[in-house]
């Protein structure tokens, strides 16, 4: 795909303009959106700058900042790879070549450990483990809500720990939350309220046909859930029972149509039982809530 042209762009606004009309002609939902966020990353203003400046005159060195970041997104590398920062439940998270880049249906899983604790516990020291934090996103945010949880997040990739660790730093809350290398939650000997994963779930079939945004920029590894795409929910439930406490509960996030086949695997043990499913917006069931069976 050719790089979009902003040669007739002599001002921030007319860029915005411009560039948002070549990405919708290039088949992108999000074209206004994606315009104004490559042009303020690659100006260094945020959206009350961006509209304020709007009549300033671009220098021909904006206009090729701007160019070569639009040029990316044209390509279809996600905005959210080329400005190296997502936000998830408010909190703005970087990303790295390690990480998924947090979508909103994963915040499903925040709002189901939110409604299993209930209101009534939020300010308990709950203890919180996120197997395969990536970003960190899932943890962080429920740290966030929990003013007096500490948590756990571990990831198998190094680089993924240490941007997760910079994340919690970046958002306040280093000081309650811990990384730490491991696959799952092997070598894990402590025991937490709420555990919590988004965990590779795609068929490694499948995978070729993704959009080209997950499959040729999102790491493989952090999609590839084997040959029927559950092999994480199998390595998860052999060991998270060991790891909750009385009354503690886990939830995962699961791909479509994938329910019965991990509440089979969660409960073919005895040991879990599962209490709910949560949709996301789209109303499809995206969170499986299980608990210690008879807790």
Same mark, same amino acid.
């Given at each position: 795909?050719?790089?979009?042209?902003?040669?007739?762009?002599?001002?921030?606004?007319?860029?915005?303009?411009?560039?948002?009309?070549?990405?919708?002609?290039?088949?992108?939902?999000?074209?206004?959106?994606?315009? /104004?966020?490559?042009?303020?990353?690659?100006?260094?203003?945020?959206?009350?700058?961006?509209?304020?400046?709007?009549?300033?005159?671009?220098?021909?060195?904006?206009?090729?900042?701007?160019?070569?970041?639009? $040029?990316?997104?044209?390509?279809?590398?996600?905005?959210?790879?080329?400005?190296?920062?997502?936000?998830?439940?408010?909190?703005?998270?970087?990303?790295?070549?390690?990480?998924?880049?947090?979508?909103?249906?994963?915040? $499903?899983?925040?709002?189901?450990?939110?409604?299993?604790?209930?209101?009534?516990?939020?300010?308990?020291?709950?203890?919180?483990?996120?197997?395969?934090?990536?970003?960190?996103?899932?943890?962080?945010?429920?740290?966030?809500?929990?003013?007096?949880?500490?948590?756990?997040?571990?990831?198998?990739?190094?680089?993924?720990?240490? $941007?997760?660790?910079?994340?919690?730093?970046?958002?306040?809350?280093?000081? /309650?939350?811990?990384?730490?290398?491991?696959?799952?939650?092997?070598?894990?000997?402590?025991?937490?309220?709420?555990?919590?994963?988004?965990?590779?779930?795609?068929?490694?079939?499948?995978?070729?046909?993704?959009?080209?945004?997950?499959?040729?920029?999102?790491?493989?590894?952090?999609?590839?859930?084997?040959?029927?795409?559950?092999?994480?929910?199998?390595?998860?439930?052999?060991?998270?029972?060991?790891?909750?406490?009385?009354?503690?509960?886990?939830?995962?996030?699961?791909?479509?149509?994938?329910?019965?086949?991990?509440?089979?695997?969660?409960?073919?043990?005895?040991?879990?039982?599962?209490?709910?499913?949560?949709?996301?917006?789209?109303?499809?069931?995206?969170?499986?809530?299980?608990?210690?069976?008879?807790?």
């Amino acid at each position: 795909m050719s790089a979009p042209d902003l040669s007739a762009a002599k001002d921030i606004a007319t860029a915005r303009r411009v560039l948002a009309s070549q990405f919708a002609g290039a088949g992108i939902d999000s074209a206004a959106l994606d315009a /104004r966020l490559i042009i303020g990353h690659a100006l260094s203003l945020d959206h009350t700058g961006l509209t304020s400046a709007g009549a300033r005159a671009l220098s021909d060195a904006e206009r090729d900042a701007i160019t070569r970041l639009a $040029t990316r997104r044209m390509q279809g590398e996600p905005v959210a790879r080329i400005i190296g920062v997502k936000e998830f439940w408010g909190l703005p998270l970087a990303l790295s070549a390690a990480t998924l880049v947090p979508r909103p249906d994963t915040e $499903t899983i925040v709002e189901a450990a939110l409604a299993a604790i209930g209101p009534a516990r939020k300010h308990e020291p709950l203890r919180v483990a996120d197997l395969g934090t990536g970003t960190g996103a899932i943890l962080l945010a429920l740290l966030h809500e929990w003013p007096n949880a500490t948590g756990l997040g571990t990831d198998i990739d190094p680089l993924a720990i240490d $941007t997760a660790r910079s994340n919690a730093q970046a958002v306040g809350l280093a000081a /309650r939350a811990q990384f730490r290398l491991a696959d799952f939650s092997d070598d894990l000997n402590e025991t937490f309220d709420v555990v919590v994963s988004n965990p590779p779930y795609i068929p490694t079939r499948d995978i070729d046909a993704l959009d080209r945004e997950v499959r040729d920029f999102d790491p493989r590894r952090a999609l590839d859930g084997g040959s029927d795409g559950l092999d994480a929910y199998r390595a998860i439930a052999g060991r998270v029972p060991l790891l909750l406490n009385s009354g503690g509960v886990l939830i995962v996030e699961i791909g479509i149509g994938q329910a019965a086949d991990v509440e089979a695997i969660f409960t073919a043990g005895g040991w879990l039982e599962v209490a709910s499913l949560r949709p996301d917006l789209g109303g499809v069931a995206r969170a499986v809530v299980a608990r210690p069976r008879g807790s």
